[in-house]
């Protein structure tokens, strides 16, 4: 559940696929440059739109083609860097707007020197074809994520394997083509287009994996590189959810304890195990009567799964929970599942995306007996999401298209890259940024200490955005530090109630959570 309401971020074998002995996509595909035209919205006013055209299948650059759009801020500084390409993770995660976020967050001097590109990954959003297997899937009220008995085991079944044939009706000449492997030859595409002989890349969530694969494949094509939030490379992606589920299990915790530390506020008590058992009898009673005929047990969780990936939501999370608790009051909890629970249109598309590519990435239990073996032992230890979890990726144990063969991430050619991670990241664990930074040699760790948000620079942290200037500025990177990283950062307090005047301005760390589409 990476991105979305459920989102895992795992893996670290990059699926390469049995394209990967095929030639490198920018010595055998002609890449026409991009004709750039205003796309300016009121927050991005120079931001700028294009497409390129790729192979859909690398091993047959003759053959069909498919669309990626782009979006650029161009430089204009007399100093030029080359394109820093930008992704916000998913699988699926759309790139668009990212660009302008990401070049009006730079410092206005740096952010000069690059073509800030953004891109929509094969299969998402303004690429075309997109992606879109089963419309609604996640519409309201679904079944009870935990089978406490065979009719709601099999209705989820059901479910995921209806998904999974609509995507095979739907979409089957384009799933065996929607992976990681190819998506990084689209980048090289991309780069040639841009007309450059190497590329920055910026990647958050997904991103870091999509990043570190191309840098696997195409080292000699990177200039400079930054993952922020990692992937795990070596749990690619069934082992990588299982363990996801302790981390977002422990940030709910975190959550209770932040409520019980705010009693006078939101009249649920000071004892975080007391509080957390009136939240899973919250989630008993909308099993029975959903909230606002919308919220059930599932909408519940995929409610509060987002406070997993970004604490500025934990106010209005918190906010929903007293009402219903206390005054039985369910229009905050519907409002609340409305701004970050609700799949809309292009959380559809970037389900159906974040599916093709995981499922094809790498091989998944085929046998349903596995899945429900390893669930339950989680459940044990993390109740909060691991059905719920288990539920998002189950189409693949039905996924019409053959897993590829993994291929793991090792490079030391690179001249530098610069890696950003929180201690206590629930959707990319810290120890994947522990093997990202072992497996890429030349790398250097900034970490941020006792912070448990997913995508930490450009968020309003001064002491990690000093170090990611510092190394788009002119390549400078921490060295020497203590122990796994090489700097650590304080992390960012914790928000205030909504009722406090001194609640911090979250507004630059909503707007890039938001651009990261929680659930990777």
């Known amino acids: 559940m990476l991105c979305g309401a459920t989102v895992v971020l795992a893996g670290s074998l990059a699926a390469v696929p049995a394209e990967a002995g095929t030639p490198r996509a920018a010595d055998t595909v002609h890449a026409a440059e991009p004709a750039w035209k205003k796309c300016a919205t009121d927050d991005y006013p120079t931001l700028q739109c294009a497409s390129v055209e790729v192979p859909l299948d690398h091993a047959d650059p003759a053959g069909r083609t498919i669309t990626l759009a782009l979006s650029r801020v161009p430089h204009t500084a007399k100093k030029y860097q080359g394109p820093l390409l930008v992704n916000p993770g998913g699988p699926g995660g759309s790139g668009l707007t990212l660009a302008g976020f990401v070049a009006s967050s730079l410092p206005k001097k740096v952010a000069a020197q690059y073509d800030v590109i953004g891109f929509d990954p094969r299969g998402v959003g303004a690429s075309e074809p997109a992606l879109d297997c089963a419309p609604d899937h ?20 059901v479910r995921a394997k209806s998904f999974a044939e609509a995507c095979g009706r739907k979409h089957g000449d384009l799933l065996p083509h929607i992976n990681t492997g190819a998506a990084v030859r689209d980048l090289d595409v991309i780069r040639r287009a841009l007309g450059a002989e190497r590329i920055n890349y910026f990647g958050y969530s997904y991103g870091t994996y999509l990043g570190a694969v191309y840098a696997k494949l ?18 690619v992606w069934y082992d990588s959810n299982l363990n996801q589920n302790l981390a977002f299990n422990n940030r709910h915790r975190a959550f209770m304890d932040w409520v019980a530390k705010y009693d006078s506020t939101y009249r649920l008590g000071t004892d975080a195990e007391k ?4 939240w899973y009898a919250m989630r008993a ?4 009567a959903p909230a606002g005929g919308k919220v059930g047990a599932a909408e519940l969780e995929d409610t509060y799964i987002p406070g997993g990936y970004y604490n500025g939501y934990w106010p209005y999370l918190a906010e929903a929970f007293a009402a219903h608790v206390n005054d039985g009051d369910d229009g905050p909890l519907v409002e609340a599942y409305e701004n970050f629970g609700a799949n809309d249109a292009s959380g559809d598309n970037g389900y159906s995306v974040y599916t093709a590519v995981e499922c094809r990435d790498a091989s998944w239990p085929r046998d349903w007996a596995q899945w429900r073996k390893d669930t339950w ?13 288990t539920w998002y990726n189950a189409p693949c144990a039905f996924w019409p298209a053959e897993s590829l063969r993994p291929e793991r991430i090792d490079n030391d050619a690179l001249p530098s890259a610069l890696l950003f991670q929180a201690t206590d990241d629930a959707a990319t664990p810290y120890q994947g940024a522990v093997t990202v930074h072992r497996l890429l040699g030349r790398s250097s760790l900034v970490v941020e200490s006792g912070s448990g948000n997913h995508g930490i620079t450009l968020s309003g942290n001064a002491c990690l955005d000093r170090h990611l200037v510092a190394y788009l500025t002119d390549g400078t990177v921490p060295r020497g530090g203590r122990g796994e990283a090489e700097a650590v950062c304080a992390g960012l307090p ?22 990261l589409d929680p659930r990777g």
């Open 138 to 157: 996640f519409g309201p009220v679904r079944p009870d994520p935990v089978p406490t008995s065979p009719e709601v085991e099999r209705a989820n079944l």
């Open 218 to 235: 195409f080292p000699d094509r990177v200039r400079r590189l930054v993952l922020d939030s990692m992937v795990d490379p070596t749990e």
């Open 275 to 278: 509080i957390e058992a009136k």
């Open 285 to 288: 009673e909308l099993r029975k």
């Open 377 to 389: 032992e989680m459940y044990e230890r993390a109740p909060f999401m691991t059905w719920n979890n």
């Open 494 to 515: 914790d928000p205030k109630p909504l009722t406090s005047k001194a609640a911090p301005d979250t507004a630059r760390g909503s707007t890039l959570h938001g651009l």
